[in-house]
């Protein structure tokens, strides 16, 4: 497989926009987002239990809506202490329609009491990429770390004021954004899926 002349970003939010955009600047594609497409976008679920298939729903969509192939990702926290969850229900799981701040006092009060070496945790990602002509690619990246009892930092969204990465002392929200990126689970998976295509 080679890259795209065109790709769209299968996204509404504007924080994974900015990083995903960032983590694939040396894609050579012409991105189309939901910025530059406003009308023709989808309104896309993610009613499966997966990320694999919670991305690829995303990228689906959006490439047979448009007719250009479409990138898409599903990500989430596994807390240890949680049996590995919230896992795909991270953005869900204060309620259907949590906010980033629901999700984390929600998180903070599951984990009250839990000393320092139960707070293990990863967030996981997995980057998809699919054809209107129904071509198909996959990849993975999983960043390692704990979760601290208060947040800091104001960088970031989601988990990453409580979540600190593996080797740092500072939460995901307190790292600059190019370090985040560098070191991030989605960015670890859009650099497989860039090698994959890479590779041909």
Not at 25 to 40: I, K, L, M, R, S
Not at 70 to 85: F, K, Y
Not at 133 to 161: I, K, M, N, S
Request: negative net charge; charged residues 25%.
């Amino acid at each position: 497989m080679v890259f795209p002349e065109r790709l769209a970003i299968a996204s509404r939010n504007a924080h994974k926009l900015r990083e995903v955009r960032a983590i694939c600047a040396d894609w050579p594609v012409e991105w189309v987002t939901v910025e530059t497409h406003p009308g023709e976008w989808p309104d896309v679920e993610e009613p499966h239990d997966t990320y694999l298939h919670n991305a690829f729903e995303k990228a689906r969509a959006v490439a047979n809506a448009l007719g250009v192939p479409a990138v898409a990702d599903d990500s989430g926290i596994e807390v240890d202490a949680l049996g590995g969850g919230p896992g795909p229900r991270s953005a869900r799981y204060a309620g259907e329609h949590a906010t980033h701040a629901d999700n984390l006092r929600q998180m903070l009060a599951a984990l009250k009491g839990i000393p320092a070496p139960g707070r293990s945790a990863r967030y996981r990602c997995v980057a998809a990429l699919a054809w209107p002509d129904g071509r198909e690619l996959h990849a993975e990246g999983v960043c390692e770390g704990t979760l601290t009892t208060r947040p800091r930092g104001v960088g970031g969204f989601g988990y990453d004021p409580i979540f600190v990465p593996e080797g740092w002392e500072r939460t995901m929200a307190e790292l600059e954004p190019g370090e985040k990126d560098r070191i991030s689970h989605r960015g670890r998976a859009f650099r497989a899926l860039r090698e994959l295509l890479a590779s041909g």
